[in-house]
């Protein structure tokens, strides 16, 4: 097979493929970070590169125009080597929005009913053995377990060989005086030797834990004294593997291909060794300190940490490889702590509904409430619960990456140059906008694209059905490639001297976004017979959830239209639930018995989620009478 020499301007070397090789591919050889929001499907547009010589063959030139191709562009994920080729590489768009709590201490809201105390999942125990002796050869393992059984009433205790390796000698360096650390499993009298120290290490000493959140966008972690409970600090970053994918599907289809899942598995590895070190030099402790992780996360997320194929997902029937995988080590798992440590990859409930949901229903009481709760997390796949301490039911919807700014021409990231809210003016159709980061924008983000939406359609700049329209007589509307369209920021006024605006193509995308994520609540409340009016609370979770305007989100039908005082933002409760899970054996206890416990409902084999679907792809809703605040804004 020929072999092509492949020259990234942004690369120190060339590169040496074989003909058929993806330019994609190419760079990751080369050490160049490519973005494919789309996990190389071909559908974003945004792994666009430039050939400056050379020859290649294009698979497919969505998105990008035939004069683009004339100039050389290439989708990078659909471009193969056929020759020698030089490649420039465009700056490739860098997360420069940090969670507003990256850095400071956490707020650990205990909801109601749950009691502050708990019983410690981590427990550090000082034992003096009887050194052995010509008279008792007791090995010293049974030894060792002999203490544990009398002065910790452990009558199981486990350990792995490393640890067994250095047992010996810690216990004839510490002169038969060793502290000894447990993880007592849910059974009182079962428990894993995690750490063994030589001597008496005071009991104020701090006992390490990290509480992790693996979101699709964002990963977040919590570095926790044990002992105390305090949460001493904390650290967020955009998930890694965005890169290689924005929504779950997306990365499903990467990892599928040839080394796609190990990639994967080593970016979100990376991005959470990354976050455990920031937060310990934070706390002035170290990662090798740390004897235990909670982690959740969705099903996609956690099969990928763990290097488990994640294919059947997206695959009739929808089934995972597991929901509950069993207790790991830090060295299997590949986290950066003490090796031994154990790592609680918590239960999830289904194909869709993962770890984070089942954490986020403990840490928000929503299992043992009174009030009939509808939680959601809004994101790139919409989970949702409906129930009280009664019964719970759950469903997922694929929203698609719309809200994070993806499939939409000048979308992008919550990232520094990103329009996240916008005012129109409803005699001049001027618009006004607000910039993350201030300077000149670059784009729209999630929750501008909402913000827009709404007041278009207060305004008339588009009708509920999503039209641009044309009949207005300002120069902000206009017929441009994919039809009409309104421009929010000239060339003038922005960072790259492109119009920034938002087209039908754009409008359609948010609709079949929000509509996904109505259509799966009130699919949800239908099938347990309850209308949506009966909802006492609406709880909100995720990081998106935080930058929501829930005016404007029930403006254009992505929320219920319901009193403002029923709605209620809880930020991160993934992470907050792993908290609970890694303090507490019995609110670990309680979290397996709520997975155990919601009904999940497969939106996909429901035939009423197609009809409710098409109703919610108009603004608000086809049915007015579910809007009765919009109808009227609408109305003056």
Not at 53 to 64: A, I, K
Not at 523 to 545: K, Y
């Amino acid at each position: 097979m020929t072999n092509h020499l492949i020259t990234f301007d942004v690369a120190s070397a060339p590169v040496k493929v074989p003909t058929g090789t993806l330019l994609a591919e190419a760079a990751r050889l080369a050490g160049v970070e490519i973005g494919q929001p789309c996990g190389g499907q071909g559908r974003c547009g945004r792994c666009a590169v430039q050939i400056t010589s050379g020859g290649v063959r294009r698979r497919s030139t969505v998105r990008l125009s035939p004069e683009d191709v004339a100039n050389g562009w290439a989708l990078a994920c659909q471009t193969v080597a056929e020759a020698d080729a030089t490649v420039m590489v465009p700056p490739q768009e860098k997360i420069e929005r940090r969670l507003t709590t990256d850095r400071t201490v956490a707020d650990v809201t205990v909801p109601e009913g749950y009691s502050p105390s708990y019983v410690q999942t981590l427990q550090r125990i000082r034992l003096e053995l009887n050194p052995p002796s010509m008279d008792d050869q007791t090995d010293d393992w049974s030894r060792l377990q002999l203490a544990l059984r009398q002065q910790a009433r452990l009558n199981r205790v486990d350990a792995t060989l490393s640890l067994l390796q250095k047992a010996g000698t810690i216990l004839r360096e510490g002169n038969w005086q060793v502290t000894a650390i447990l993880d007592v499993q849910e059974e009182a009298d079962h428990g894993r030797l995690l750490h063994l120290l030589p001597g008496r290490i005071e009991d104020d000493a701090p006992l390490w834990g990290i509480a992790v959140d693996i979101g699709t966008t964002t990963v977040t972690v919590w570095l926790v004294d044990v002992t105390t409970g305090e949460v001493k600090a904390q650290a967020s970053e955009y998930n890694g593997q965005i890169a290689r994918g924005e929504d779950v599907v997306s990365r499903i289809i990467y990892a599928s291909k040839g080394d796609g899942l190990a990639e994967l598995r080593s970016l979100v590895l990376g991005t959470i060794n990354e976050l455990t070190q920031t937060a310990c030099n934070r706390a002035k402790a170290q990662p090798v300190e740390v004897v235990k992780a909670a982690i959740a996360g969705n099903s996609t997320m956690m099969h990928l940490l763990l290097g488990i194929p994640a294919v059947s997902i997206r695959l009739s029937p929808f089934v995972t490889a597991v929901n509950q995988p069993p207790l790991l080590t830090a060295s299997e798992v590949g986290l950066c702590i003490h090796p031994d440590a154990t790592v609680d990859c918590l239960p999830g409930v289904a194909s869709y509904v993962g770890a984070d949901i089942s954490a986020g229903v403990l840490s928000s009481g929503v299992y043992q409430t009174e009030k009939l709760t509808l939680f959601m997390d809004v994101g790139t796949n919409g989970e949702i619960v409906l129930g009280s301490r009664e019964w719970l039911v759950t469903c997922a919807c694929s929203a698609g990456p719309a809200f994070e700014g993806a499939g939409v021409a000048h979308g992008m990231r919550a990232t520094r140059g990103a329009i996240e809210e916008v005012w129109i003016n409803g005699d001049t159709y001027e618009p006004t906008y607000r910039i993350i980061g201030g300077g000149r924008p670059r784009g729209l983000c999630g929750s501008g694209l909402i913000s827009l939406l709404a007041e278009m359609l207060l305004t008339g700049l588009v009708d509920k059905a999503g039209n641009v329209n044309a009949s207005l007589r300002t120069a902000r509307v206009r017929e441009g490639e994919h039809g009409w369209e309104y421009v929010v920021a000239w060339a003038g006024e922005t960072d790259h001297e492109h119009d920034i605006a938002i087209t039908r193509v754009d409008i359609d995308n948010l609709l079949r976004a929000k509509a996904a994520i109505y259509a799966g609540f009130s699919v949800l409340a239908n099938s347990v017979g309850i209308p949506l009016d009966w909802v006492e609370q609406v709880l909100i979770g995720g990081s998106f959830g935080k930058y929501l305007n829930v005016e404007k989100a029930v403006q254009i039908g992505l929320l219920p239209d319901m009193p403002w005082e029923k709605f209620q933002f809880l930020g991160n409760t993934s992470v907050r639930g792993a908290y609970y899970a890694l303090l507490d054996r019995e609110a670990r206890a309680r979290l397996k018995d709520i997975a155990a416990r919601m009904t999940y409902i497969e939106l996909s084999a429901d035939n009423s989620f197609y009809e409710a679907f098409t109703s919610a792809l108009f603004l608000p809703h086809t049915e007015m009478s579910k809007f009765p605040t919009v109808e009227a804004a609408l109305q003056r």
